[in-house]
T-cell receptor, first 111, second 114 residues
Framework: DAGITQSPRHKVTETGTPVTLRCHQTENHRYMYWYRQDPGHGLRLIHYSYGVKDTDKGEVSDGYSVSRSKTEDFLLTLESATSSQTSVYFC??????????FGQGTRLTVV | AQTVTQSQPEMSVQEAETVTLSCTYDTSESNYYLFWYKQPPSRQMILVIRQEAYKQQNATENRFSVNFQKAAKSFSLKISDSQLGDTAMYFCAFTPRATDKLIFGTGTRLQVFP
């Protein structure tokens, strides 16, 4: 398995609270991504990073922010969680010129 | 806009038989990459097979093969000698560059019956 660790694996939080999901890699890959998976939608890109402090928005970025202060860590923050952000979140990493490898996912429930 | 369409939400196949999952995509790029990912109940996303658009030869990985029709923008996955462990959600994905963001289809849920 590619060295990707997502934490936490499961989380239940209340509407309006901030939440941070962490993606940690041991592969020293430059590219990192956050996706969310919802029934009927497949996986959709939230934010991605091409390097330290170099991030950009994806297809469904509203309500989310990211930070990457070190190569190995890519944080996804929900500033004020809403029920529509209940989902499974995947982090992925990619070395140059090859496919992405995914973490095991985080199931987030906003009540 | 670049899109990926999987028109079969669910499929089933008997063990040892062959099944084909369909995928079409839309892009104006001339070179790009296509992937099939498998997601078993464990939720892990596992790369099954990869195809680079400039390669005319269809990719093959053991029991998994693709039928890549560039002009038709079609990328189907054939699973031969289906096994119970093939039961999973299968996602077709596209990217214009290997390190660029992936665009996913909505998935096909495959059930393999004994």
């Amino acid at each position: 398995d590619a060295g990707i660790t997502q934490s936490p694996r499961h989380k239940v939080t209340e509407t309006g609270t901030p939440v941070t999901l962490r993606c940690h890699q041991t592969e020293n890959h430059r590219y990192m991504y956050w996706y969310r998976q919802d029934p009927g939608h497949g996986l959709r890109l939230i934010h991605y990073s091409y390097g330290v402090k170099d991030t950009d928005k994806g297809e469904v970025s509203d309500g989310y922010s990211v930070s990457r202060s070190k190569t190995e860590d890519f944080l996804l923050t929900l500033e004020s969680a809403t029920s529509s952000q209940t989902s499974v979140y995947f982090c992925a990493i990619s070395p140059q010129d090859t496919e992405a490898f995914f973490g095991q996912g985080t199931r987030l429930t906003v009540v | 806009a670049q899109t990926v369409t999987q028109s079969q939400p669910e499929m089933s196949v008997q063990e040892a038989e062959t099944v084909t999952l369909s995928c079409t995509y839309d892009t104006s790029e001339s070179n790009y990459y296509l992937f099939w990912y498998k997601q078993p109940p464990s939720r892990q996303m596992i790369l099954v097979i990869r195809q680079e658009a400039y390669k005319q030869q269809n990719a093959t990985e053991n029991r998994f093969s693709v039928n890549f029709q560039k002009a038709a923008k079609s990328f189907s996955l054939k699973i031969s000698d289906s096994q119970l462990g093939d039961t999973a959600m299968y996602f077709c994905a596209f990217t214009p560059r290997a390190t660029d963001k992936l665009i996913f289809g909505t998935g096909t849920r495959l059930q393999v019956f004994p």
